[in-house]
């Protein structure tokens, strides 16, 4: 194995390289140990919840869940009809705010826990991608984007489909709508920049 789970100061844990690893060099090999079909309802995420250990729930919870609990309960004050709704969304919140903040969507449209690629936090020059398995949709293949440093923090994009032309703004947009967090990475604080990547900003904010 050449990455380790530490803690990763406010993003909470992540995957911390043991060796330096080459560009293109496979870091680590992941199977799905929560496996839920799209359509699937809160208890049967729960249920799924349920089986993993604890020591391996140590996962960033989404704050947006416990706000959106927050607004349900100051709506369902003033509306009698969705009252009964609530206690059910705070029974599952903890829970649900796991899942929905590490999970996974893979080629046969089910939304996966991976106990080490869910633990990936976000950057948007990031250092590493995953790619699917040709067997076994729910197995993924985390790689090496470009030479990484023993210690280095494995970082990928969140956004890489739609954030990829993005400029900064639209970038923290869409971070902060879908994962509740505004990205500090280099890129976004104009650190450290290569000419080319100050080349692309420059380019999107025009």
């Known amino acids: ?48 919840l349920k089986r993993i250990r604890s020591a391996q729930k140590e996962l960033i919870r989404k704050d947006g869940f416990h706000e959106l609990y927050d607004e349900s309960m100051e709506d369902a004050s003033r509306d009698s009809k969705i ?64 030479d990484i440093e023993e210690g280095e923090e494995m970082t990928v994009n969140y956004i890489l489909v739609e954030g990829r032309f993005s400029d900064r703004p639209t970038r923290q947009a869409r971070l902060r709508e879908g994962w509740r967090f505004y990205c500090k990475c280099s890129l976004c604080q104009g650190e450290n920049l290569n000419i080319h990547q100050q080349k692309q900003e420059i380019l999107k904010q025009e």
């Open 1 to 48: 194995m050449s990455v380790t789970v530490r803690h990763i100061g406010e993003a909470g844990h992540g995957l911390v390289a043991l060796k330096d690893i080459k560009v293109g060099e496979l870091i680590v090999r992941d199977t799905a140990g929560t496996a839920i079909p799209g359509n699937e309802t809160g208890e049967g995420i729960v249920r799924q």
């Open 83 to 146: 009252h009964f709704k609530v206690p059910r969304i705070a029974k599952f919140c903890d829970e649900i705010s796991i899942f929905f903040n590490n999970d996974i969507e893979t080629d046969d449209c089910f939304r996966c826990l991976l106990l080490y690629l869910s633990l990936l936090n976000h950057s948007c020059d990031p250092n590493s991608f995953w790619t699917g398995t040709v067997n076994n949709p729910r197995q993924l293949e985390l790689r090496a984007a470009k």
